[in-house]
Structure formats: C-alpha cells, structure tokens
C-alpha cells in the first residue's frame, strides 16, 4: 500500500535555531499534502496545505513566516520552523492523498526545542 | 464538513469484537465516513472508509445505518496491539480536502 515516510523521526534543538522536516510519498505522486500538529493528548490539528508548485494555504493563527512550506515536487513537501521556542515543541504529522483512498499518513516527527 | 461525536473512552476484552460508535448526523450526500486509529507517537493509520454500504477489510468492517447519521466501526477479534485512539470522520472525497479530527476514542483492549 501506500507509504508516506518522514525525516527526521525526532529532533531537538535550541531555541532560535531552525528545524526543517521533510514528508516523502514513497509510491504515488501527491499534488497535495497535508500538515498537521499535535500537542500531547490532544488531537491532530491542521497546520496548512501544501500544493505543488504554488503556495502553501495557512490555517488561521499558524504564521506563514514562521513555518516555512515548500512543496517542490509531486512526491516531497518540506516544513521549516524557523527560529524554534520551546512552545513549538510537538508532534508534527504530515499526510498526502493518492487518488485510490483517503490520506495517508507520516509517521510523524517529535520536535523538541530546549 | 460533517461534525462526528464518539464516546471519549471504550474498554474490550482481548479477543473479543470491539463495536466503536460514531455519531454524524449532518452528513451530506457526498461525504464519506473514514476511519483512522492512532497509536501512543506515531501517525494515524487508515482503516476503512465507505459512502453508504457496508465495507469489510482485512482490518476492520464498517457498518453504515441506512440514513448515514451514524456508523459502527467493528474490530472482530481485539487484540492489546488494538489499543488506540479510533477516529471517526466525515469528508467528501476530494483530493485537495485535508481531514479534520476530533477527539476520536481511545480504546482500551484490556487481557
């Protein structure tokens, strides 16, 4: 079946630095994909969508300068944090749609900022 | 987009079938009803997805009342490997549309 992978699986960083994680659809093109993030024992909440060769589209209050979408091909979309605090510190979950079925998704990434 | 409600917290005994409920009585005709489970730190995982008949995969059957207001996912034979938080969604079935969560039910599949 279809796999999304993503990379890095966790990460720690120090406040002021930028992270940037990358979401693969492994065996089908995604024109679009998704990103997602998630407090503990809360659920997943939509961060923004991201379209191939256009801008990503924000929910409201995620601030586009600061998590920097790039979705340059049919196959891989990339979230940078830019300047991490400690309050970004989450679990962010990428997914992308293949035609067949509904989303799929990454196994997640596990940031955390000291 | 359809709003679902699911009990908050279920419990089943292993090896048992777990019933999980949802609840999605503003769906529209074109909105499919998805499944997806979450384990402790990992990604949500689809199980099943259907628009109006009932649909059985490998992993888990779903059963859609006639009027579509509600659904039942069922896990024939829990396992502790079950325990998860099961969310329940109703989004029509288009490639540009995300998925929207709600708080799902945890599921306790207990020995």
């Known amino acids: 079946g279809a796999v999304v992978s993503q990379h890095p699986s966790w990460v720690i960083c120090k406040s002021g630095t930028s992270v940037k994680i990358e979401c693969r659809s492994l065996d089908f093109q995604a024109t679009t994909m998704f990103w997602y993030r998630q407090f503990p024992k809360q659920s997943l909440m939509l961060m923004a969508t991201?379209?191939?060769?256009?801008?990503?589209?924000?929910e409201q209050g995620v601030e586009k300068d600061k998590f920097l979408i790039n979705h340059a091909s049919l196959t891989l979309s990339t979230l940078t944090v830019t300047s991490a605090h400690p309050e970004d510190s989450s679990f962010y979950i990428c997914s992308a749609r293949a035609l067949d079925r509904g989303p799929y998704f990454g196994p997640g990434t596990r940031l955390t900022v000291t | 987009d359809a709003k679902t409600t699911q009990p908050p917290s279920m419990d089943c005994a292993e090896g048992r079938a777990a019933n999980l409920p949802c609840n999605h009585s503003?769906?529209?005709?074109?909105?499919?009803v998805y499944w997806y489970r979450q384990i402790h730190s990992q990604g949500p995982q689809y199980i099943i997805h259907?628009?109006?008949n009932n649909e059985t995969n490998e992993m888990a059957s779903l059963i859609i009342t006639e009027d579509r207001k509600s659904s039942t996912l069922i896990l024939p034979h829990a396992t502790l490997r079950d325990t998860a938080v099961y969310y329940c969604?109703?989004?029509?079935?288009?490639?540009?549309?995300?998925?929207?969560f709600g708080g799902g039910t945890r599921l306790m599949v207990k020995p």
């Open positions: 503003t769906i529209s005709g074109n909105e499919y």
């Open positions: 991201s379209n191939e060769g256009s801008k990503a589209t924000y």
């Open positions: 259907g628009l109006k």
């Open positions: 969604i109703a989004q029509s079935n288009n490639a540009g549309n995300m998925l929207t």
